[in-house]
């Protein structure tokens, strides 16, 4: 079972914020936080991970907040091509399990 | 970021055929390789975990002796649908694992390949 609860879905209009929550009040010390998008019909395409610090890079940024039970995924200008379902993972590669879960995530839509 | 290709992106096949679906790495190595499944409207489902030269892991609910898995080398695995049925028709995705240093380590996902059984 996931470990994350999203909103089903949001709305953001073109050229502004997008900001997804994600809350996962049950993570562990050892796990990250993932965020993985996809479009319609593709596979899904690596954004952004952290642990407890807020992370950037080119495409998004992640804010973790302090006591680690809920994160945002920010991405500063949204566009058209943003459109699509977002999904927060928590994962921990330590040990021998690697696998991640994927819960319903949020259908994020772009709107001119 | 890290590559993962998929071939092929789409097939077509007659009830009771098998069908080959190659998962590349193509700028790392990959240790680890997963297969997913997923339905319309559906999130993905984990069939399987390869392992480079070993046997795959496959999840709950998933017939090895139907979806044969074969990770021969660092950069490829091959999941073959033995005696597809019109009920196997899906989309099937594979990631690879990049483990970096440090203790975190990313899966990067391919494009997918939509399995269509008549």
């Known amino acids: 079972d996931a470990k994350t609860t999203q909103p089903p879905s949001m709305d953001c209009a073109e050229g502004r914020a997008a900001n997804l929550p994600c809350n996962h009040s049950?993570?562990?010390?050892?796990?990250?936080v993932y965020w993985y998008r996809q479009i319609h019909s593709q596979g899904p395409q690596y954004i952004i991970h952290?642990?407890?610090n807020n992370e950037t890079n080119e495409m998004a940024s992640l804010i973790i907040t302090e006591d680690r039970k809920s994160s945002t995924l920010i991405l500063p200008h949204a566009t058209l091509r943003d459109t699509a379902v977002y999904y927060c993972?928590?994962?921990?590669?330590?040990?021998?399990?690697?696998?991640?879960?994927f819960g319903k995530g949020t259908l994020l839509t772009v709107n001119p | 970021g890290a590559v993962v290709s998929q071939h092929p992106s789409r097939v077509i096949c007659k009830s009771g055929t098998s069908v080959k679906i190659e998962c590349r790495s193509l700028?790392?190595?990959?240790?680890?390789m997963f297969w997913y499944r997923q339905f319309p409207k559906q999130s993905l489902m984990l069939m399987a975990t390869?392992?480079?030269?070993?046997?795959?892991?496959?999840e709950q609910g998933v017939e090895k002796d139907k979806f044969l898995i074969n990770h021969a080398s660092l950069t490829l695995s091959t999941l073959t649908v033995t005696s597809a049925h019109p009920e196997d028709s899906s989309f099937y995705i594979c990631?690879?694992?990049?483990?970096?240093?440090?203790?975190?380590?990313?899966?990067?996902f391919g494009p997918g390949t939509r399995l269509t059984v008549l």
């Open positions: 990631s690879a694992r990049d483990a970096l240093a440090g203790g975190s380590d990313t899966q990067y």
């Open positions: 049950t993570i562990s010390g050892n796990e990250y």
């Open positions: 952290g642990l407890k």
């Open positions: 993972i928590v994962f921990s590669s330590g040990g021998s399990n690697y696998k991640l879960t």
């Open positions: 700028d790392f190595q990959a240790t680890t």
């Open positions: 390869s392992n480079e030269g070993s046997k795959a892991t496959y």
